[in-house]
């Protein structure tokens, strides 16, 4: 017998994947969890019935969201990273040699311990307890309202703006970042597809420029994701994205999508997003 999953990624349109079978199925105090390994992404960490990441083409999503503001910012040695429970982005994020401290804050501890156990290889930096990453299971919208000028960046590595994740999309939440970051600090957040989520990103844009002198939007190749092209949008108070010096960039990084020529045309932006963001 056949076993497809399907995420209904809008009204009318849904992406299903043969899967061979559901590893794990629970549910946490925030939302359902489940591990499906799948014939062409292999296994996939689901959260209310959406695709989060994937062993096939979990790579592009996790080196985007890190490398790239993490090389705008001269000298990052303080990070945060908000979500993020599968740990891909942490894994990315401890590669980078002057980073002191790495503190990631998941509200769901559930997501944490089936990602150990079910994505040993996205999961690797939370399984080995690494000198420089703090992990803390707890709010991040709760945590932001807390710290004030501490962190060089922040990751905002959130799922959908739905459930636990909807506030973090939020003008007061991007206050409370501001109000987290050194007077040089930058952050990032996922942004969701072009194509589908227009509205939201035009809204997120205007709510970041508001607070934000530099506001940028890039994009990465994600099969996963809907419509597979995906967007992450920077807010910075000093460093603009777009004159990142690029020679600070080491040649033998250890990626398979981020490198050197990517840090500059990733904030290339065909007219229909431009149009978006004016
Ligand atoms: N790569 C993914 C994507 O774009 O779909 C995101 C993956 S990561 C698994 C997202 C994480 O954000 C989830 O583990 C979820 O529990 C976490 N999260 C949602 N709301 C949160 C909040 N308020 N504070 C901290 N973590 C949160």
């Given at each position: 017998?056949?076993?497809?999953?399907?995420?209904?990624?809008?009204?009318?349109?849904?992406?299903?994947?043969?899967?061979?079978?559901?590893?794990?199925?629970?549910?946490?105090?925030?939302?359902?969890?489940?591990?499906?390994?799948?014939?062409?992404?292999?296994?996939?960490?689901?959260?209310?019935?959406?695709?989060?990441?994937?062993?096939?083409?979990?790579?592009?999503?996790h080196e985007?969201?890190a490398h790239?503001?993490l090389?705008?910012?001269?000298?990052p040695r303080t990070v945060l990273i908000i979500g993020g429970g599968d740990g891909g982005t942490a894994r990315e994020v401890v590669k980078h040699q002057s980073i002191e401290v790495a503190e990631m804050v998941e509200?769901?501890g559930?997501?944490v311990d089936?990602s150990k156990?079910?994505l040993p290889e996205i999961s690797v930096a939370l399984n080995d307890n690494h000198p420089k990453l703090q992990l803390k299971i707890?709010?991040?919208?709760?945590?932001?309202?807390?710290?004030?000028?501490?962190?060089?960046v922040?990751i905002?590595d959130?799922?959908?703006?739905?459930?636990?994740?909807?506030?973090?999309?939020?003008?007061?939440?991007?206050?409370?970042?501001?109000?987290?970051?050194?007077?040089?600090?930058?952050?990032?957040?996922?942004?969701?597809?072009?194509?589908?989520?227009?509205?939201?990103?035009?809204?997120?844009?205007?709510?970041?420029?508001?607070?934000?002198?530099?506001?940028?939007?890039?994009?990465?190749?994600?099969?996963?994701?809907?419509?597979?092209?995906?967007?992450?949008?920077?807010?910075?108070?000093?460093?603009?994205?777009?004159?990142?010096?690029?020679?600070?960039?080491?040649?033998?990084l250890d990626?398979?999508?981020?490198?050197?020529?990517?840090?500059?045309?990733?904030?290339?932006?065909?007219?229909?997003?431009?149009?978006?963001?004016?």
């Open positions: 017998m056949e076993l497809w999953y399907t995420e209904y990624q809008t009204e009318n349109l849904g992406l299903s994947v043969r899967i061979k079978e559901t590893l794990y199925a629970g549910r946490s105090e925030y939302q359902e969890v489940a591990v499906v390994d799948s014939l062409e992404f292999g296994r996939m960490l689901v959260l209310d019935g959406v695709f989060q990441t994937s062993v096939f083409d979990e790579f592009i999503y985007m969201i790239v503001p090389f705008v910012h001269p000298d509200i769901d559930l997501v089936v156990k079910y707890g709010d991040g919208i709760k945590h932001m309202e807390e710290v004030e000028n501490k962190y060089d922040i905002v959130c799922s959908d703006p739905i459930g636990p994740g909807a506030g973090l999309f939020t003008h007061a939440f991007y206050q409370n970042v501001h109000k987290a970051l050194r007077p040089d600090g930058l952050f990032v957040q996922q942004t969701e597809s072009p194509f589908f989520h227009q509205d939201l990103i035009k809204r997120l844009k205007a709510d970041i420029a508001s607070l934000f002198p530099i506001t940028r939007l890039y994009l990465a190749n994600i099969p996963l994701y809907p419509s597979g092209l995906h967007c992450f949008t920077i807010g910075s108070k000093q460093y603009d994205p777009l004159h990142t010096d690029r020679n600070r960039i080491p040649d033998n990626t398979r999508y981020y490198n050197r020529e990517l840090q500059k045309s990733c904030f290339a932006l065909p007219n229909f997003v431009q149009d978006l963001l004016k």
